[in-house]
């Protein structure tokens, strides 16, 4: 009876495929809401939303770690990981927010490395990587309009290539980036990204009114090759665990680290390249000062 319904052109597992696809795009309209709406208010919503998805991202890591955890592990890691946000859901000064994070980093790091040495050293990466992330975005938010247009920026080169990168590595094909990596990836696929990012960053930019044109037309370039790294290094991750998939905490998409792998990195980059060029409080007002 299925032979005959395959030849009859009947396939009843594209109803699910449709399913699932429509399920993606409604939890990603509505996450997406959220998050926007929440990092145009800012404030303690913005810090708790922060902390949260850190708090995410961890459980995310350890779950994909699995046995390779201890108790014990899975105990500190935890409370450095509230220890460190503390400070940022109390939104306290940069000079008491990063200090007490990279503490925390580096004694989680210390901590598995003499429990496991080098199987610990991938361990201690979940904290590593949940607090980069919670700062980086937390810091990059800090400065009024400055710190809005930082992170609509933020978001707007990092949408824009990971769906146009999609786009023109189904379109053209080709070589692939990193087979042993992530194999659907392309060439193509990358360079249509990281070209769509900069024309949509730096045009975003300008409807902003930010002043700092081909700055941000290179920081956008900066960013999307970098967010496209954090893809690859999470593919990669998952891989050194065994998983396909960091979690199913959002339904159709997977994992949160799945989500905002590329987000991440280019976070991080974002965060650096505002240092230099706005220092350590309120870094945003350097590159995207509003007139």
């Known amino acids: 009876m299925i032979r005959n319904q395959r030849e009859a052109g009947l396939d009843f597992r594209r109803p699910r495929r449709l399913n699932n696809l429509?399920?993606?795009?409604?939890?990603?309209?509505?996450?997406?809401?959220?998050?926007?709406?929440?990092?145009?208010?800012?404030?303690?919503?913005?810090?708790l939303m922060i902390a949260f998805f850190a708090c995410a991202l961890l459980y995310e890591w350890l779950e994909m770690a699995g046995n390779r955890v201890q108790q014990r592990s899975r105990i500190v890691l935890w409370l450095l990981l509230a220890v460190a946000l503390i400070p940022l859901i109390l939104n306290m000064d940069a000079s008491i927010v990063v200090p007490v994070a990279l503490a925390a980093m580096v004694l989680g790091v210390a901590h598995e490395a003499r429990q496991s040495g080098r199987n610990g050293i991938w361990v201690s990466g979940g904290i590593v990587y949940a607090l980069l992330a919670a700062v980086s975005v937390d810091q990059i938010r800090e400065g009024a309009a400055a710190g809005l247009a930082a992170m609509v920026f933020l978001f707007t080169v990092v949408w824009t290539t990971d769906s146009l990168a999609y786009v023109f590595g189904r379109l053209i094909g080709g070589r692939k980036l990193a087979p042993s990596i992530s194999p659907s990836k392309t060439w193509s696929g990358a360079l249509g990204g990281a070209l769509a990012a900069v024309i949509v960053g730096a045009a975003v930019g300008r409807l902003m009114g930010i002043e700092a044109g081909f700055l941000l037309a290179v920081a956008a370039l900066v960013l999307s090759v970098v967010s496209q790294i954090g893809d690859l290094l999470e593919s990669a991750v998952k891989r050194r665990f065994g998983v396909k998939d960091s979690g199913r905490l959002i339904p159709g998409h997977g994992g949160v680290m799945d989500r905002v792998d590329g987000l991440v990195a280019?976070?991080?980059?974002?965060?650096?390249?505002?240092?230099?060029?706005?220092?350590?409080?309120e870094p945003s007002r350097g590159l995207f000062f509003v007139f």
């Not at 990603?28 to 998050?35: K, Q």
Request: aromatic share 10%; no cysteine.
């Open 22 to 47: 429509g399920l993606r795009i409604i939890s990603g309209i509505i996450l997406g809401s959220i998050v926007l709406g929440i990092t145009y208010y800012g404030g303690i919503a913005f810090h």
């Open 266 to 281: 280019a976070a991080l980059a974002l965060y650096l390249i505002s240092l230099l060029t706005g220092g350590l409080h």
